[in-house]
């Protein structure tokens, strides 16, 4: 099915393999530089794809940006996790859809030599390109695996900590992911993780619109429901670390492809504004679950 086919039937109507083939298909080409845009095909480079800028927009330091290598950075994180991870010298981290590397390489940094980091991605083309980026740069304490989050090719209850950037709304059973997380969390182990959800119904154009999908927006549910889902893996202690409306910093920041956005869908800012919320979380593996 051609892009522009897919874009015309809704997403309610799509099984959930379906959508995945989507997501990996968008990512794969962002990997490989033939669409270094993640909000859909008519916005320019500069809404998500403006490496440097986006990243600092939504938190990470400039001296972290400068450290990591190039082409780690992709510029598509809806916010800077790492260091409210707390990290320890010799802690095992796990990076949930890992990308290019940027989040990989930069906890590789905070546990040291005698730490370990597992990124954990599903779309060949990242793998390659961050592994590629490891090599080069020297990162003898990471490694990439390729998988899905609903069943991570990871071992229980193995690592100290996980994190994630802006991936989590991209998967279907988001129950899964949280489950898995749980699964391979060492007891008292904790989670950082940035992401979006909905505070209000998106309206149907952006709902049924698979470039949306793949655009980190109409994947992406409810807060009652997505902490709900948290919580029944047995992941407690939840904190929001930080919270805004990801449309209105897209929108002050790169207006012109923010429009262009709104105008593929026939919507005004006014329609979306509040609804669309990017936030960073911390939680931890209660004993409950194991």
Request: hydrophobic fraction near 40%; aromatic fraction near 2%.
């Given at each position: 099915m051609s892009a522009k086919s897919a874009a015309e039937h809704p997403i309610e109507t799509r099984d959930a393999e379906e959508l995945v083939a989507r997501v990996r298909e968008r990512y794969g080409a962002?990997?490989?530089?033939?669409?270094?845009?993640?909000?859909?095909?008519?916005?320019?480079?500069?809404?998500?794809?403006?490496?440097?800028?986006v990243s600092a927009l939504v938190g990470y330091?400039?001296?972290?940006?400068?450290?990591?290598?190039?082409?780690?950075?992709?510029?598509?994180?809806?916010?800077?996790?790492?260091?409210?991870?707390?990290?320890?010298?010799?802690?095992?981290?796990?990076?949930?859809?890992?990308?290019?590397?940027?989040?990989?390489?930069?906890?590789?940094?905070?546990?040291?030599?005698?730490?370990?980091?597992?990124?954990?991605d599903m779309t060949p083309a990242m793998l390659e390109r961050a592994r590629r980026n490891a090599e080069k740069a020297g990162y003898a304490n990471v490694e990439f695996r390729e998988g899905r989050l609903e069943a991570l090719p990871v071992e229980d209850a193995s690592v100290d900590a996980v994190t994630s950037n802006c991936v989590i709304n991209l998967v279907p059973d988001k129950a899964a992911v949280f489950r898995e997380v749980a699964r391979v969390l060492k007891p008292?182990?904790?989670?950082?993780?940035?992401?979006?959800?909905?505070?209000?119904?998106?309206?149907?154009?952006?709902?049924?619109?698979?470039?949306?999908?793949?655009?980190?927006?109409?994947?992406?549910?409810?807060?009652?429901?997505?902490?709900?889902?948290?919580?029944?893996?047995?992941?407690?202690e939840i904190e929001i670390l930080t919270d805004t409306d990801s449309l209105a910093v897209l929108v002050q920041s790169f207006p012109a492809e923010a429009q262009s956005l709104l105008d593929r869908v026939?919507?005004?800012?006014?329609?979306?504004?509040?609804?669309v919320r990017s936030i960073t979380f911390r939680a931890r593996k209660t004993p409950r679950s194991g």
């Open positions: 962002i990997a490989e530089g033939t669409n270094r845009g993640c909000c859909g095909p008519t916005v320019s480079t500069a809404c998500c794809g403006a490496e440097g800028a330091a400039p001296a972290d940006l400068a450290r990591v290598p190039e082409g780690a950075n992709l510029g598509l994180g809806c916010g800077a996790p790492i260091d409210h991870l707390r990290l320890e010298p010799g802690e095992t981290v796990l990076d949930l859809g890992s990308g290019g590397g940027l989040d990989a390489f930069l906890t590789a940094e905070r546990v040291g030599p005698s730490g370990r980091v597992i990124g954990v008292g182990g904790r989670l950082v993780i940035s992401d979006i959800v909905l505070d209000g119904r998106l309206p149907e154009a952006i709902a049924r619109d698979i470039a949306a999908y793949v655009g980190c927006i109409s994947g992406a549910v409810s807060r009652d429901d997505y902490f709900r889902l948290v919580r029944e893996a047995g992941l407690g026939g919507l005004r800012m006014e329609d979306v504004r509040g609804t």
